[in-house]
């Protein structure tokens, strides 16, 4: 049963904008820390921003300035706003939550950045 759903990938041109959202459905709580983990082809799955419950964002060196995490706890759904994509951007994208000692995946999303 999926408890974090992930949408809004896809392929761009680079220089090109995408949005990633990320519900949490049913009774998944997340109430502590959301993040984005990626994973590039042939490269291990690493965290790209991290949101903690007071809303203060942390991101991956090569991401800063492009990219923007929010969190919607109205409508439980974290966000990736993506800007100027470039190619080495092109990975599987999850979504990741923790509540206390339980811990949350999505199933990943592909995001493709054509040069």
């Known amino acids: 049963e999926d408890q974090l759903v992930e949408s809004g990938g896809g392929t761009v041109h680079a220089g090109g904008s995408l949005t990633l959202s990320c519900v949490i459905v049913?009774?998944?709580?997340?109430?502590?820390?959301m993040s984005w983990f990626r994973q590039p082809p042939r490269k291990e799955r690493d965290v790209v921003a991290h949101i903690d419950s007071t809303g203060k964002a942390t991101y991956t060196r090569s991401v800063r300035g492009r990219f923007t995490i929010s969190r919607d706890k109205a409508k439980n759904t974290l966000y990736l706003q993506m800007n100027n994509l470039k190619p080495e951007d092109t990975a599987k994208y999850w979504c990741h939550c923790r509540d206390g000692y339980y811990v949350h995946w999505g199933r990943g999303i592909q995001v493709t950045v054509s040069s």
């Open positions: 049913g009774d998944t709580l997340c109430r502590d820390d």
